[in-house]
Structures are given as C-alpha cells and as structure tokens.
C-alpha cells in the first residue's frame, strides 16, 4: 500500500514540474499532459524553423541576428515567441504597438534583453475589437515591425 502512494505522489510531482517546465496552467493531469504535447510541437516547428535557416544558407551574421518570431493561436489565446541571438534595443516597443494597434491585451509576458533578446507573450483579443484576429494576422503585423524597427535602428542591425 505504501509503494501505491509514493508511486502517486511520484507521479503527482513529475506532473507539476511538467507543468511548470511548459509554462502550463492547467489543473488537471491530462490537461498538462496536452499542453505538454503542444510545447513539444511548437518546439520542433522552431527548430523546424531554424534548419531551415541554416539549409537556405543564410549564415550572415546579420540573418542569424534576425529576430525569429512564432506565432500560434490557442485556447487562452494567441502566443508569440520572438527571438534573436542578439540585443534589439527598441524592438519592444514596436512590437507592444503591434498589440495595442491589433487590440490585443497582453495576458502575461516575459522579457529578456539580456545579451540577446527573447520575449514571449500571450494576448488576448480585448471586447472592443469586432473583427477576430488570427495567427497569421498577428505573425504578419510583428514582421513588419521588426522591419520598420530595423529601418529606424540601421546602423545597429548592420
């Protein structure tokens, strides 16, 4: 009886540091199993992402410095990743005009400036917006950030 519980409550803690390891927020075991599943894939669509970067031959410091974005609409919301292997001081800003001009409300957030930059966002339609944004629109809209922050920050991105 003894192993029966400490077998349930291994398997309760490596639930929990699953969750914890994939940013999740579900309560229930098979909810955090799921969302440890869609990390993973978005995980292999990033590297996915970066194979091909390097097959295409873009190995310039410049295209390797380029901010890399992702973008996946979820139950919670829409989710943007975007990195680069550098500092992009400014990039923020434009890319929180992104939301604010798509009217989407940032539901929780996480920045690092530090060497290089790497943010990730969730956001969240807000009730004024009638139209329903998706993905691509959103993927779309931070591209064109990035490249109108490149054209204001020339000298540092070349």
Request: glycine fraction near 6%; aromatic fraction near 4%; include cysteine.
């Amino acid at each position: 009886m003894v192993s029966r519980e400490h077998k349930k409550a291994a398997l309760h803690e490596n639930l929990q540091l699953l969750r914890s390891l994939t940013n999740s927020h579900a309560k229930n075991d098979s909810s955090i199993i799921l969302d440890a599943s869609k990390y993973i894939e978005e995980l292999k669509h990033k590297v996915q992402i970066l194979n091909q970067d390097i097959a295409s031959g873009q190995t310039s410091s410049y295209h390797n410095s380029w901010p890399v974005v992702t973008v996946e609409a979820g139950e919670k919301g829409i989710r943007v990743n975007l990195c680069s292997e550098r500092s992009c001081p400014g990039l923020l800003v434009f890319v929180l005009k992104v939301f604010e001009g798509l009217g989407l409300n940032v539901l929780e957030a996480r920045v690092s400036c530090t060497g290089s930059f790497q943010l990730e966002a969730l956001g969240v339609e807000s009730d004024e917006n009638g139209e329903s944004i998706d993905a691509d629109m959103v993927k779309q809209a931070i591209s064109d950030a990035i490249e109108n922050w490149s054209e204001n920050n020339h000298h540092q991105v070349l």
